[in-house]
């Protein structure tokens, strides 16, 4: 079973932030956060992952809270283009998998 | 730089017909999964790798089978198709041995079983 908890779905005007939340109160302490997307049924895109400490890279910031049980994944420009189901993911321990939820359908809208 | 490469793309099959999905990764990673996504589902993991001559099931192993003897190709075998493993087939690749390392996808499989 997934051990993360999303919203079904977002809107987010074009050219701001996209704040996706995400509840994992069952994380273990090696456990990472991961954040992959999905556009158009092609295969999910790894956006970005993290432990402990807030994570940055070219497409997104991840704030996790500090005792671990939530996150964020933060657009800060949002596109059209960024139109997607976006998966937050726990990664289990046994054999490194990814289970995934059900995602949050963010729709960026000019 | 070619990734995780799937194919076929598309398949029809008959109910009762069997199949082989292929996938190749060039990355020489360890880890190689197979998922599967059904229409606004997320994904399902059916069987997983963590090397050559390694297997083990995943959420949603019964109808399919795999096999790993080399570390580049995992394919997935459905022997007696059904109509409910029509759905789109995803495999993955990650380095492995941590879980500070990320998957990488194909771009699937489009299965029909009618």
């Known amino acids: 079973d997934a051990k993360t908890t999303q919203p079904p779905s977002m809107d987010c005007a074009e050219g701001r932030a996209a704040n996706l939340p995400c509840n994992h109160s069952t994380i273990s302490g090696n456990e990472y956060v991961y954040w992959y997307r999905q556009i158009h049924s092609q295969g999910p895109q790894y956006i970005i992952h993290?432990?402990?400490n807030n994570e940055t890279n070219e497409m997104a910031s991840l704030i996790i809270t500090e005792d671990r049980k939530s996150s964020t994944l933060i657009l800060p420009h949002a596109t059209l283009r960024d139109t997607a189901v976006y998966y937050c993911i726990v990664r289990v321990f046994e054999g490194n998998k990814l289970v995934f939820g059900a995602g949050t359908i963010l729709r960026v809208k000019s | 730089n070619a990734g995780v490469t799937q194919t076929p793309k598309f398949r029809i099959l008959k109910i009762g017909q069997s199949m082989t999905l292929q996938c190749a990764q060039d990355?020489?990673?360890?880890?190689m999964y197979w998922y599967r996504q059904d229409p606004g589902m997320g994904l399902k993991l059916i069987y997983y790798?963590?090397?050559?001559?390694?297997?083990d099931k995943g959420e949603v192993p019964n109808g399919y089978n795999v096999s790993r003897s080399t570390t580049e190709d995992f394919p997935l075998r459905l022997e007696l198709a059904a109509p409910s493993q029509t759905s789109v087939y995803f495999c993955a690749s990650s380095t492995g041995t941590a879980l500070n390392s990320p998957l990488h996808f194909g771009n699937g499989t489009r299965l029909t079983v009618t």
């Open positions: 993290g432990l402990k």
């Open positions: 990355m020489n990673h360890n880890y």
């Open positions: 790798s963590v090397g050559a001559g390694i297997t």
